[in-house]
């Protein structure tokens, strides 16, 4: 039976790589501090930052929760925050800081741009003028 489960475990051994440079985590880190215990104590919380990580891997990789890396804190605890993080707003603002500064490094063409029709369906019948 150990054979078995261990088998079913089997998944990639390769380390992810990280979602985010140092550069850009430290323009953002403020939204996602790091709450300290309780007075009561209790377990201490995931760091912000790999949450972070986990969250973009999942998005990015598309892969299910289920599915994250052992590398990261456990899919509950990402999809919580992510979840929460939501609610609040920050990944609004955090996607605002990055977009500020590339487009401060000249890094973003604003005169092009792509959509992608998974996000926004048309619908039949209907003419939309962008």
Do not use: H
């Given at each position: 039976?150990?054979?078995?489960?261990?088998?079913?475990?089997?998944?990639?051994?390769?380390?992810?790589?990280?979602?985010?440079?140092?550069?850009?985590?430290?323009?953002?880190?403020?939204?996602?501090?790091?709450?300290?215990?309780?007075?009561?104590?209790?377990?201490?919380?995931?760091?912000?930052?790999?949450?972070?990580?986990?969250?973009?891997?999942?998005?990015?990789?598309?892969?299910?929760w289920?599915?994250?890396?052992?590398?990261?804190p456990?899919?509950?605890?990402?999809?919580?925050?992510?979840?929460?993080?939501?609610?609040?707003?920050?990944?609004?603002?955090?996607?605002?800081?990055?977009?500020?500064?590339?487009t401060?490094?000249?890094?973003?063409?604003?005169?092009?741009?792509?959509?992608?029709?998974?996000?926004?369906?048309?619908?039949?019948?209907?003419?939309?003028?962008?």
């Open positions: 039976m150990a054979n078995r489960s261990r088998v079913l475990d089997a998944g990639s051994t390769m380390e992810p790589e990280p979602q985010l440079s140092d550069e850009q985590w430290l323009l953002i880190a403020d939204l996602f501090p790091d709450n300290p215990p309780g007075p009561k104590g209790g377990r201490r919380r995931k760091l912000s930052r790999p949450c972070v990580e986990g969250i973009l891997w999942v998005l990015r990789s598309g892969a299910r289920k599915d994250l890396p052992k590398s990261f456990s899919y509950p605890t990402c999809w919580r925050r992510l979840q929460r993080w939501t609610e609040l707003g920050l990944w609004q603002k955090a996607w605002t800081r990055l977009l500020r500064k590339l401060n490094l000249g890094e973003i063409e604003w005169n092009e741009s792509i959509a992608d029709g998974m996000f926004s369906p048309a619908k039949k019948g209907v003419n939309a003028l962008i």
